[in-house]
């Protein structure tokens, strides 16, 4: 499986994709940092930003950057027939999604400390420094990236799947859907365990409690999405803060177990 490895590594160095989403994870954060320079140094606008406020600016587009590039980076190894290929040469299925599946979740990891990286850099020269070096900032890191490989492995299974470009893109879609339903099913199942079970396992409650570096008990707050009435840059209490990390391997675990079993199934063309 290391030649695979080697095949799929030297694939993306030569991915056009993948250094075009590099770019854009680069140019936002500096578009929106210059940009909010340039608001605090007018008069109209209160000197109070800091590089901590930015440390997670491009954390809520980045599975839509990695559904981009990791989903056409698997789609087109179907279309070449790299796939196919591979299994004649005698590898098994496993090993070729798997292999896939360290590939994506390499672009994500790599995006995602990338992304931080120029996000604080440039915050820091632009704006003062805060609290960048804190309990709170390097907790919400770490478990930031179990819930990137989630997003990840529900990317890869749907690309190895449907074989796509459309299912690329779907495979972060189907997050807003479910996000968009959550609420009533939590109001129709009315339990106070389920309701915070949902509030740290659903990936988009993931996403959100990491970029905003805050959790309150949906049970006993205004809910998971009442950033208002939230206190922000706070690690969950007790038990919760490990939650989000178990949820979101758990959930890639099934996910990659699944699209594994579908794709060991179907025929490659």
Known sequence: MLNLLQESFGRL????TFRVCLIIITAIPLFFNGLEKMLMESNDFPDVSTADDYLFNMYGMLPLIIAIAAGLFIIKDFK??????KLICGYTRTQVYIVNWITAVFIAVFYHLFSTLVCTVS????LEPGDLFTKVNAYYELISIPTLISYTSITVMMAMIFRTTASAIFSYFIHAVIIMFEPLIVHKVDNDS????????????????ISSRCYSDPTKSGGILDMFDDVKYAIPEGNAAYLI??????LAAVVTVIGIIHFNKKDVK
């Open 13 to 16: 160095y030569r991915y056009k």
């Open 245 to 250: 990390p178990l949820y979101a391997l758990l």
């Open 123 to 126: 915050a820091s020269i632009l």
């Open 80 to 85: 070449e027939n790299t796939v196919r290929n």
């Open 194 to 209: 389920f309701t915070r079970f949902s509030s740290m396992f659903v990936p988009e409650n993931q996403l959100y409690i």
